[in-house]
C-alpha cells in the first residue's frame, strides 16, 4: 500500500498538502501526521536541574478525513535529555493534540547548538536548542538556586503534588508548584536534601517555610531542625541547629564550610504534621 506522508512545520513555513487517506497492510487506518512544536527553537541553561525550564509544547494531527492514531519518537542530540521518549496519542478529525516536553542538558554540557527530533513514519521535525553555560557565581548570589534537590518523603495525592524541586527552585512562595511538602504525617525526621554539582564555600542557610494564609509559619512552619553539610568524608555534619521557630525565614551562621550538599533535618513541624519547606537558601557572606 502506497503511503502519503506529510511533513510540515507549524508556524506556517510549509503549506500542508491535500490529505490522502492510508491503511496499513492488515487494514488498519493510519494516516500521515503532521507534526509541530513551539516555539520552534529553545534556549536553555546547561545544569540548575531544579530551576524551572521553559517547555516545548508537541502538536501532532492526522491529516484525513477520519480519526486515527499517531506515534512519535523523540530524541534528542547528547548529552541531552527529555522529559519524554514518545508521544502517542489518538487523532480526532481537525484537531491538534499536544503534549508538552522539557529538554533538560546537566551539568557541564559543551554551550552550543543541539537538537531536538520529532519522527512518526517518514514525517520528522527538527528543533533546535542552543545551551548556555549558567552564569557565574557573584557574590551574595543563592548558592542552592536550581541545584538538584530530594526528600526523604514527598506528598503526592490526586490532587495534590509537591516536588523536591519546590524548595530550590528560587521561589520562596509556599505553593504546591514552588515548595516541597513531606508526607507521612507525624514521620519525623524527614530529610531534605540539596546536591551541588561542584563544592561551594558557604557560612549561612536561609530557609523559609510555608508562608501562606491556610499554611502560616508558627501553625504549619517548620518548628525544630538541624542544618547539616556533606563532609569530604561522606559524612552530614550538623552546624547549625534551630528549635521553636514561628517566622517565616531562619537564619543559620555558622564558620566557612566547603561542601557539595547541604541538607535539612526537620524534627518537627508546629502541627505536628508534615515539613513545610518554601526555599532553602546558602551564602557566603
Ligand atoms: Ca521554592
Not at 79 to 90: D, E, I, K, N, V
Not at 212 to 228: F, I, L, M
Amino acid at each position: 500500500m502506497r503511503r502519503v506522508i506529510v511533513v510540515a512545520a507549524l508556524g506556517g513555513a510549509l503549506a500542508v498538502p491535500p490529505a490522502v487517506a492510508a491503511a496499513t497492510d492488515d487494514g488498519r487506518p493510519t494516516a500521515p501526521v503532521t507534526l509541530s512544536a513551539s516555539p520552534q527553537r529553545l534556549d536553555i541553561v546547561a545544569g540548575l536541574p531544579c530551576l524551572p525550564a521553559p517547555k516545548i509544547t508537541l502538536g501532532m494531527a492526522n491529516t484525513i478525513s477520519e480519526p486515527s492514531f499517531g506515534d512519535a519518537m523523540l530524541t534528542a542530540q547528547a548529552p541531552l535529555a527529555l522529559s519524554r521518549g514518545m508521544f502517542s496519542s489518538y487523532l480526532p478529525v481537525g484537531r491538534t493534540v499536544t503534549a508538552p516536553l522539557t529538554v533538560r542538558a546537566p551539568h557541564g554540557t559543551t554551550p552550543g547548538e543541539y537538537t531536538v527530533s520529532l519522527t512518526s513514519g517518514r514525517s520528522e521535525l527538527t528543533v533546535p536548542v542552543h545551551v548556555s553555560a549558567p552564569p557565574p557565581q557573584q557574590p551574595g548570589d543563592n548558592l542552592l538556586r536550581g541545584a538538584q534537590a530530594n526528600g526523604t518523603s514527598t506528598y503526592v495525592t490526586s490532587s495534590t503534588e509537591f516536588n523536591p524541586c519546590g524548595g530550590t527552585d528560587g521561589d520562596r512562595r509556599w505553593t504546591q508548584a514552588t515548595g516541597w511538602q513531606s508526607a507521612g504525617s507525624g514521620q519525623f525526621p524527614v530529610y531534605y536534601t540539596v546536591t551541588l554539582p561542584e563544592p561551594e564555600t558557604m557560612n549561612r542557610i536561609d530557609l523559609y517555610t510555608s508562608n501562606s494564609t491556610a499554611a502560616k509559619p508558627q501553625t504549619h512552619g517548620v518548628r525544630d531542625y538541624d542544618v547539616q553539610v556533606l563532609t569530604a568524608g561522606g559524612e552530614w555534619q550538623t552546624v547549625a541547629q534551630v528549635r521553636g521557630n514561628i517566622v517565616v525565614k531562619s537564619t543559620s551562621s555558622f564558620p566557612a564550610v566547603r561542601t557539595t550538599g547541604v541538607r535539612i533535618a526537620v524534627l518537627a513541624s508546629n502541627n505536628a504534621d508534615y515539613a513545610r519547606i518554601a526555599e532553602v537558601e546558602a551564602y557566603l557572606d
